[in-house]
């Protein structure tokens, strides 16, 4: 596993902070999706959201080394094509030189804090799509919650098509992460149930004045076999989020592989359950998922 040190990059931080974006400048690119070829990509954004746990550890994300060197080892495996993560962690990895010839994802709304009264206020405070194209970063990634019983939806729907707009002007590419979620016992909760899934889908596929440059990032839904008939509903290409695995890792993997067979599914995005795997092993978790595909 790479060695990171955090007092290194404070150093650089503190004096020379233009090595960022000259790092930016220089770092050797790729296309998004090589022919013939699928995406795998390593998930990190969920810190700036405030949801540092991983299954019962709550601050399990919180040791930014530690997150950094978990990350290193991911973008090192055969198969693994980038990172999706907010700034000061693309920050870091551009700084390590760990991002050369990989796909690089900025993660745009990160305001809805997570268990906060306002999650569902889900304001883009991270990458803009000026900021991506600046960088020369390769897409974006937006999360989209809606609540039918939430007044607030309206406005996130509104937010997030102006920024499917701004990207597709640059012809940058952005991942639209689609719920519709319900608050249980003052907790909101994912729908995963088939009709959900398919409703979200449906909404997220319409957004903005053109989907040309737009790509789905989807759940698998509570019943996997229902995902063939879900998939159906937009002609998008997607991706499927990893979220928790908990104990049944092979029941999991699964419900991937399955998925992964229908035809506007182009690969996978993950970030926990591989950098945090139960047996602690991330270059086999990795391994596993690449061999998914």
């Given amino acids: 596993m790479t060695r990171v040190d955090a007092s290194e990059l404070a150093r650089i931080r503190t004096h020379h902070p233009e090595a960022v974006a000259e790092a930016a400048a220089r770092r050797g690119r790729r296309p998004l999706v090589r022919p013939g070829g699928r995406l795998m990509i390593v998930a990190a954004d969920h810190p700036a959201r405030g949801a540092l746990a991983v299954g019962n550890r709550r601050l399990a994300m919180a040791n930014r080394v530690d997150l950094l060197e978990r990350l290193c080892l991911a973008l090192s495996r055969p198969g693994v094509d980038g990172v999706l993560a907010t700034a000061d962690i693309l920050d870091d990895l551009l700084l390590l030189g760990a991002l050369e010839g990989r796909v690089v994802v900025g993660s745009m709304n ?69 719920f519709i979620c319900r608050r249980r016992d003052g907790r909101l909760a994912n729908d995963l149930s088939a009709e959900a899934v398919t409703r979200s889908i449906a909404i997220a596929s319409g957004l903005a004045g053109t989907s040309a440059y737009t790509w789905l990032k989807v759940p698998v839904t509570e019943n996997p076999d229902d ?45 926990r359950s591989l950098l945090y795997p139960v047996d602690g092993d991330v270059a086999a978790a990795v391994d596993t998922a690449v061999g998914l595909l």
């Fill in 227 to 271: 995902m063939a008939r879900v998939m159906e509903t937009s002609t998008l290409p997607a991706v499927l989020l990893g979220g928790e695995i908990g104990d049944d890792q092979e029941g999991v993997y699964e419900k991937w592989r399955k998925a992964l067979r229908l035809p506007t599914v182009q690969g996978l995005v993950v970030g």
């Fill in 110 to 178: 990160r305001g809805g804090l997570a268990g906060a009264a306002f999650e569902l206020d889900d304001r883009f405070t991270g990458h803009r799509a000026e900021d991506i194209a600046r960088l020369g970063f390769d897409a974006g990634k937006l999360l989209l919650r809606i609540d039918y019983e939430d007044a607030r939806s309206p406005d996130t729907l509104l937010s997030a098509a102006r920024a499917v707009d701004a990207m597709a002007e640059r012809r940058l590419p952005v991942f639209v992460e689609p």
